[in-house]
């Protein structure tokens, strides 16, 4: 089956940056949409981002509107997340996605998700 490898989570300052990477094996789902979902302690998880297969629409949850960045490259068969500005309330663990059916913002509709990266916000 395939699966996906997110890298790029660590501790960081808050108003400081991260880049999340998410790689798909041998451009699997270079054809489909792909996002990133997170889950902090105690709560379900929840939409971030999803960006369309050629990269030209991308969604994004309401709080993190003009701080993160979704974007693509599928020659290189990855999706990254670029954080800019993070709060403490962005703590959590961030999951790549790929292949929803229907509604983009439910977890449920999406087929592939990748083990997760730990993103920690604090001084």
């Known amino acids: 089956q395939a699966q996906l490898v997110e890298s790029g989570g660590r501790l960081v300052q808050p108003g400081g940056s991260l880049r999340l990477s998410c790689v798909a094996p041998?451009?699997?789902?270079?054809?489909?949409?792909m996002g990133w979902f997170r889950q902090a302690p105690g709560k379900e998880r929840e939409f971030v981002a999803a960006?369309?297969?050629?990269?030209?629409?991308?969604y994004y949850t309401d709080s993190v509107k003009g701080r993160f960045t979704i974007s693509r490259d599928n020659a290189k068969n990855t999706v990254y997340l670029q954080m800019n500005s993070l709060k403490p309330e962005d703590t959590a663990v961030y999951y790549c996605a790929a292949d929803p059916e229907g509604d983009y913002y439910r977890d449920y509709a999406w087929d592939y998700w990748g083990q997760g990266t730990q993103v920690t916000v604090s001084s």
């Open positions: 041998g451009g699997t789902f270079s054809s489909v949409p």
């Open positions: 960006i369309s297969w050629s990269g030209s629409s991308t």
